[in-house]
């Protein structure tokens, strides 16, 4: 069980301001001036993007367009975002996620990059590691962590304490603090500490940090004192932080279930939920997330920290909103083709960084009047512009019907809104297997699909569902480009009472997911050497029988397109149902 008496140390890095602080780096001039990033759109100065502190001091906050911000802070400095093939280049701010990560490795070999600008780190070991060459009683903790705060806890020098404020202050918490789990994280914090110094000086960025036993805890410490600061979340502070802390601002309370929550049972505090039995919950909001419910409101949570880096899915989109939305076939080719030239080129960076290859791409649409995206997956069996463009091409016409069938005036009588590709399902390969790869995709022939009907495609209704195919760091290049985005707390549970992984059926396996992985695997192998031979044939039509159902971004199976949604629920259900069951 992941609680306080775990000895389990998890630590949430979160850069401040992260897109500021790379322009600044790039513009040393800007240093300590109010500064703000508009989005490439320049229409009235652009939409606010991110906001420094030294700017929202003055009231400017994200959304405000620049004239906005400049009528509010006059000495305000509008950044705008890069721009290539017409939208919105992230590569300066990728690039400096980057660094920032490779510092983080060399701490830690237990990391999960949560989103361009945030991730978790397990110090466990390192924290055990410290103790085991330091004397705890000789470390000077104030020297040390002047930064740090203690949750729950007065800092040592506030003076806005009320005489009626029962709370201890931070310094006699650290003389207090007897118990194994409570000396873990004054250690950590003290690591914690050297880490942001040296993403401060190897990088240039400053950082803010929380330190507790699990994802939820440091993830609510960290936002509780920025910037440059950190925050501890000891288990014994928990029903203290959270009888003030509002649903919405903990770990996926803040979408369709929070909102559940706070309707069924007239509360707007998390401790509020201790008020309530296990019996309770399990029987208004189901047996798992109930079960859930009851352990979260206590400080504990079962989420492991995924080891991973690098991100599970590449993508890049643009929205169109108003009159700038695609109504003929010229207009929406065109924009494919640039996402598509921006995709491979991303693609091709990747594989040579992190030696693997995508099989799969999917094409998310939103068409004008449609509350969701329609998405549609098809194989990726080589890095070919022409081939995703001519794939997604046949996607979105099969998926959205013209008025008319004339290719050169294909109108729709309602528009695109937004158009998102994002290419996954990677696999490993060796450096000459990967040498071969590139020189083939970087081949100036070109190849084209025949038909959205000839690849393994679905259409897929629901905000949520459509956002499990995209990572965290793809919802943040959305934000960049206008696209709607759903955060990770917008994913409902299952509320009803039954037991959820007996209300979802299961697919049916042919083998292990590793056997699975490894007949995807050849079966792509077949259809690229089908591609080469196309290429050295100057056959312009591939078609491809391989794929005729969409694979699932969770596990790599093959599904029938009718029983995807409730598959990807399915998924959702067991993830919460493995949690549940950890000792």
Known sequence: MEDGGSGKVVVLVDMDCFYVQVEKRLHPELKDKPCAIVQYNKWQGGSIIAVDYEARKYGVKRSLKGKEAKEKCPGIHLVQVPEKRRKADLS??????????KVLSGFTSVIERASIDEAFLDLTEPVKDYINSNSFDSLE????????????????????????????????????????????????AILVQRIRETILNEVGFTCSAGISHNKMLAKLAAGMHKPNQQTILPQSQVDVVFSTTLLKKVRHLGGKLGEQVQDKLKIECVGQLQ???????????????????????????????????????????????????????????YWLEQLSRE????LEEDMTENTRQAQSITVHFLPEGQ????????????????LIVNNSWNAINKGHKPVTNEE??????????????????????????????LQLMSSDQECSFVSASSSHSSIITGKEVTQMTLCKEEREDAVLTTTPTITEQDQSLETSSMNITKFFTPIKRKGSLE???DRNAKRREVVLE?????LESDDDTIIDNQFEAVLCSECGEEVLKFVLEEHMDYHFALSLDKDSQIN
Not at 343 to 346: C, T
Not at 371 to 386: C, D, G, I, M, Q
Not at 408 to 437: D, E, P, R, Y
């Open 92 to 101: 300066n701010y990728r690039k400096a996620s980057g660094e920032v990560m």
């Open 141 to 188: 903790f104030h020297a040390d962590l002047k930064s740090t705060h203690v949750a729950g806890c007065n800092d040592d020098d506030d003076t806005h304490k009320d005489d009626c404020d029962l709370r201890i202050s931070r310094g006699d918490w650290f003389k207090s603090s007897c118990s194994s789990d409570e000396r873990v994280l004054i250690v950590a």
């Open 275 to 333: 008020e309530y039995s296990l019996k309770v919950l399990q029987e208004k909001f189901g047996l798992k997330t109930g079960s859930w419910l009851y352990e979260l409101c206590r400080g504990i949570c079962h989420e492991k920290i995924s080891n991973r880096i690098i991100t599970k899915s590449i993508g890049c989109g643009k929205n169109f909103p108003g009159p700038s939305k695609l109504k003929t076939a010229k207009a929406v080719k």
């Open 343 to 346: 995709l491979v080129e991303r």
């Open 371 to 386: 509350a969701s995206s329609v998405a549609r997956t098809f194989a990726l069996p080589s890095y070919n512009t022409s």
């Open 408 to 437: 050169s005036h294909l109108t729709w009588t309602t528009g695109i809104l937004n158009i998102h590709l994002s290419a996954g399902k990677f696999v490993q390969c060796g450096k000459g297997h990967m040498k071969s790869l």
């Open 515 to 517: 056997t699975q992985l």
């Open 530 to 534: 089908e591609i080469k031979g196309t």
